[in-house]
């Protein structure tokens, strides 16, 4: 049984930083492209980033572009978000997502499995 459990979340100033952690079970974690992303109540889900099984390559939304980092580390089979800069508009829940394949399968969406998400607060 896969699963995605994400960490890491909480209440952060503005300007300040978080790292968000996804630890994943039951799958060959190299094999996937992972990512996060971020959906607020009554918001549509946004992409924020994802990184490719080799971490190789990485994408970005415009939105995050400069101030969050995707990484992997494959002999955990866990991927993180590094959040800087962050704003009051980060405010949300991020969710980790995995994608058999590459990264060009992952962005094209039809994700195989979520995680249960983290919720991130940054106060003003």
């Known amino acids: 049984q896969v699963q995605l459990e994400e960490s890491g979340g909480g209440l952060v100033q503005a300007g300040g930083s978080l790292r968000l952690s996804c630890a994943a079970s039951g799958l060959t974690f190299s094999n996937y492209a992972m990512g996060w992303f971020r959906q607020a109540p009554e918001k549509e889900r946004e992409f924020v980033a994802a990184?490719?099984?080799?971490?190789?390559?990485?994408y970005y939304a415009d939105s995050v572009k400069g101030r969050f980092t995707i990484s992997r580390d494959n002999a955990k089979n866990t991927v993180y978000l590094e959040m800087n800069s962050l704003k009051p508009g980060d405010t949300t829940v991020y969710f980790c997502?995995?994608?058999?394949?590459?990264?060009?399968?992952?962005?094209?969406?039809?994700?195989?499995?979520w995680g249960k998400g983290t919720l991130v607060t940054v106060s003003s």
């Open positions: 997502a995995a994608k058999g394949g590459s990264i060009a399968t992952f962005l094209r969406g039809g994700l195989d499995y």
């Open positions: 990184i490719s099984g080799s971490a190789d390559t990485r």
